[in-house]
């Protein structure tokens, strides 16, 4: 038999090659075995997971828990290919409840590294066994080692003998920031248990373990910041055997990478397509361009309906019902967004731990910043009738009350290009009136008196608007406050019924794949809804016969394709209502108020009002913020006075010293006399 033929030959592989092979796929670098243990304690039952490195993870990783540990007679086998003690049957896989159920985690890492793992089921902590896998066939050794009640697993030297893998680690600070990233997202999967992290004997964190509101408050201003939580919402919704809580960061609070986006679904941490796309269309309205959202979000549904075995480093799932999922993801965040309002600050921060319900299905206010009121849109006309241009131009005359003589118009064929000529026809400018009476102000914040944006004292350069509240003052940009009243209430009326739609004269043919054509036929009643005519004219055609009245003259055939990907993807498609809303924002940008108008009291205070009844009103169309907030305390942090001054100057006399009863002046810490 000649050499080829031989090296040709089918045969088994050694254990310990098929374990390496194996560990291709599940130890990519230190922060993977940190992973493959922590969710071994963590389903083992355990109360506190200590993580300790050297060199990043490269030199030494070791893994302590209090769980239920492992009997003498299971060691042997726990460094052994499929073995577990998590499933046993076919229907144990399809409703997989634990992070882990593979049984290849140790078995891989302890072939790439020289693994050693201590464990004791008894609460004596003189008993223990320890158990390693040596030589070719990965041959188990077991012997007594005193431990107390739980597991150790110490990993050293990782890819020792695998030098190709190991020259691909990076330096140890590289590799200690992805292991830092996954205690963190292992961290905020389990309130309930307390985490300790130490690199180079140094402890990094220490996070104990409470599974009420103030403790996990406190867990993740720990791990993502104080500024998360100051700049985040609350909410809590169950529909249909669907649980979604956690927090999602304000539209202004975003960030340049997608470093703070946390999912996870029963516990696990998941990074979904359908997930992400969820998210970012509940944010593609408010979220200013090339920006990321942040967020900490734990969905609850039944393992029966979710499929974790679907990669080998389960990251990602699969959902029987993925456009339910879609959907309750996308219009719960949407929601919660739309209904922020503009509020006062708490007077203590202690406020922020408030119980919650878990029953509940309302959204639960933020502690900072912001409240969510009931959704106060105005739009005209009922429901049921069909929207047209009219309808549109009633409601942008009745809004020019805080446009200038001067005004250009608000939009013409010519200035918005021919995408939009004839669609809607804006009014010609009107003048400004003489007064405007200001509407009744909403009920003021109780105890205050003073509403949530305040009231208005004086306007900036012709561009911001100074308003003074009940903790400090607010500086509002009133063109892009102005332009987010007008594209809300826009959207309300074109939105609010059926939109019109009109035949096309000459439909639109376009090639699509089978596939699209198939989808093309299901959905046409969601395409319908949207008004658009689809018809199926052969195996690999389709025809555009009506389109919505808006997009008459916008080139249908990319858009229609793109609505059938989402559709074939997602189960849902936006495409349509972005692309009429991108005419509308451009429509509310040239109608709103402009700098340099002059406005006054009484018009500012009524921009004001309108901020506080309007959806989404923190950000322009554009996701650029529309107001922001200076604290009594900043203000006097920046003249470095402290509240005890001002206090002084609002007494009517002087403060008299506490020994002789004498008037006296008192002083700042510089020595000068308090102004």
């Not at 490195?53 to 299971?74: M, T």
């Not at 739009?379 to 069909?386: A, L, Q, V, Y």
Request: aromatic share 6%; charged share 25%; net charge negative.
């Amino acid at each position: 038999m000649t050499v080829v033929e031989e090296a040709r030959r089918i045969r088994v592989l050694d254990p310990r090659l098929a374990n390496q092979i194996a560990a291709g796929e599940v130890v990519e670098r230190p922060a993977s075995v940190v992973k493959e243990l922590v969710e071994n304690a963590i389903d083992a039952g355990s109360t506190r997971i200590e993580v300790e490195l050297e060199a990043g993870g490269a030199r030494l990783i070791r893994v302590r828990d209090d769980g239920s540990g492992i009997a003498e007679d299971d060691l042997p086998l726990a460094l052994s290919r499929h073995a577990t003690s998590k499933i046993a049957s076919l229907e144990d896989l399809e409703g997989v409840a634990s992070l882990g159920f593979r049984g290849e985690a140790l078995a891989s890492i302890s072939s790439v590294s020289r693994l050693e793992l201590v464990a004791n089921v008894d609460d004596d902590p003189r008993s223990g066994w320890r158990v390693v896998a040596e030589g070719r066939q990965m041959e188990p050794r077991v012997s007594p080692a005193p431990h107390p009640r739980g597991t150790s697993v110490t990993v050293r030297d990782l890819f020792f003998n695998t030098p190709a893998r190991r020259k691909f680690l990076r330096t140890e600070k590289t590799e200690y920031g992805h292991v830092e990233e996954t205690f963190r997202r292992l961290a905020l999967s389990r309130f309930d248990i307390a985490w300790v992290l130490r690199h180079n004997q140094k402890t990094v964190q220490q996070l104990p373990a409470g599974d009420d509101p103030a403790r996990r408050e406190r867990r993740i201003a720990a791990l993502l910041g104080k500024g998360f939580l100051d700049n985040a919402l609350h909410l809590d919704l169950a529909v249909g055997g669907l649980r979604l809580w956690g927090w999602v960061g304000l539209p202004t609070h975003s960030r340049a990478q997608a470093d703070q986006q946390y999912f996870f679904v029963n516990g696990r941490v998941v990074r979904d397509r359908l997930v992400a796309h969820a998210i970012r269309q509940a944010y593609r309205d408010v979220l200013f361009h090339g920006r990321h959202p942040v967020f900490v979000l734990y969905l609850e549904v039944d393992p029966m309906v979710v499929d974790v075995n679907v990669h080998p480093t389960k990251h990602e799932v699969r959902f029987r019902d993925g456009r339910l999922v879609h959907d309750f993801l996308f219009s719960s965040l949407h929601r919660a967004l739309a209904e922020a309002r503009p509020a006062e600050r708490e007077a203590q921060a202690g406020d922020m731990a408030e119980e919650k319900n878990p029953d509940s299905s309302a959204v639960r206010e933020p502690a900072a910043r912001w409240q969510q009121q009931p959704i106060a849109l105005h739009p005209s006309g009922d429901s049921s009738e069909r929207v047209t241009a009219d309808r549109v131009r009633a409601f942008m005359s009745g809004y020019r009350a805080l446009h200038p003589e001067h005004e250009e118009r608000l939009l013409t064929p010519q200035a918005a290009g021919d995408e939009i000529a004839g669609a809607v026809a804006p009014p010609p400018p009107a003048a400004f009136p003489a007064k405007v009476e200001s509407p009744a102000l909403p009920a003021a914040e109780e105890g205050s008196g003073i509403p949530p944006l305040g009231f208005a004292i004086a306007q900036l350069h012709g561009i911001y608007i100074i308003s003074q509240t009940a903790q400090g003052m607010i500086i509002v940009d009133m063109h892009a406050a102005h332009e987010r009243i007008v594209y809300e209430r826009m959207k309300a009326q074109v939105h609010g019924g059926a939109l019109e739609a009109q035949p096309l004269l000459v439909p639109v043919s376009m090639a699509a794949s089978h596939a699209e054509v198939a989808t093309a036929e299901a959905e046409r009643e969601a395409f319908a809804r949207l008004g658009v005519e689809l018809d199926v004219a052969g195996p690999e055609t389709l025809l555009v016969r009506q389109v919505p009245t808006l997009l008459v003259d916008a080139d249908v055939e990319p858009l229609i394709r793109d609505m059938l990907g989402d559709l074939e993807r997602y189960g849902r498609s936006d495409r349509l209502e972005a692309h009429i809303n991108e005419l509308l924002a451009t429509m509310a940008c040239h109608g709103s108020v402009r700098a340099n108008r002059r406005l006054t009291t009484a018009e500012m205070n009524v921009l004001l009002r309108d901020m506080e009844r309007t959806e989404r009103s923190g950000q322009c169309n554009h996701g650029r913020p529309t107001w922001t907030e200076m604290s009594l305390k900043q203000l006097d942090r920046l003249f470095l006075r402290g509240s005890e001054e001002r206090s002084y100057h609002v007494r009517k006399t002087p403060p008299r010293h506490p020994a002789d009863g004498s008037y006296r002046r008192r002083q700042d810490r510089s020595g000068h006399h308090a102004a």
